[in-house]
């Protein structure tokens, strides 16, 4: 028998072109299977529907796109994410309100506690600066100290690094007993420095 097959071969080579073709093309369609077919694959073995009379590769074929499709309805059930409200940015810098240690002395500012807007910790290097500026010609930093000491303000002379969020805060410009330097790049320390409440923006779902 096959040696009678290699003579039909033989007498008709078109068609052992042809049958190398359509192996050319088997190996090329296996190669472009979908990872989900491959699974499949393995899970149904070809005695499994052979029983039934159901072809193994057409029916792995349809469980495949059935759940690509299952996939993308569910994908378009999805809830859109929530919009985030539009805030515009006035082009025109904020003026600083109150000095801290962080910013630096502003000239011409007094103690917060003294009616001013300054909220640098009492030094007397601070002190000097308001002398300097023709302030307070009187004040002395003992006395100065004692006047925090009596309003209960824990100053960065008693701790520092809690951002205000401490037992004593918040800070002063808002109405606590503290007067550590907020922390850079929060919402505490704009706040403070321009003397208004923030908005936070809600933070974005994914």
């Known amino acids: 028998m096959k040696n009678a097959r290699l003579i039909w071969m033989n007498i008709h080579p078109g068609k052992r072109e042809l049958a190398s073709l359509r192996c050319a093309c088997h190996s090329d369609d296996l190669a472009r299977r979908h990872p989900l077919e491959e699974q499949l694959s393995h899970a149904l073995p070809p005695q499994v529907l052979a029983s039934s009379g159901v072809n193994r590769r057409d029916f792995i074929k349809m469980m495949t796109a059935s759940f690509g499709l299952a996939g993308l309805g569910l994908a378009s059930c999805a809830a859109p994410p ?30 917060f506690v003294l009616g001013g807007t300054c909220c640098c910790t009492p030094t007397l290097q601070i002190v000097s600066k308001y002398h300097a500026d023709g302030l307070l010609p009187d004040l002395q930093l003992k006395n100065l100290l004692a006047i925090y000491d009596e309003k209960g303000i824990k100053t960065a002379l008693d701790h520092t690094g809690c951002n205000n969020q401490c037992a004593w805060g918040p800070h002063i410009v808002k109405g606590g007993h503290c007067m550590v330097p907020p922390t850079p790049a929060t919402y505490n320390f704009e706040e403070v420095r321009y003397g208004f409440k923030l908005v936070p923006v809600p933070k974005k779902q994914t």
Request: charged share 15%.
């Open 82 to 111: 929530p919009e985030i409200p539009f805030q515009a940015k006035s082009t025109t810098p904020l003026e600083p309100v109150y000095c801290f240690d962080s910013v630096g002395h502003k000239s011409g500012s007094t103690p």
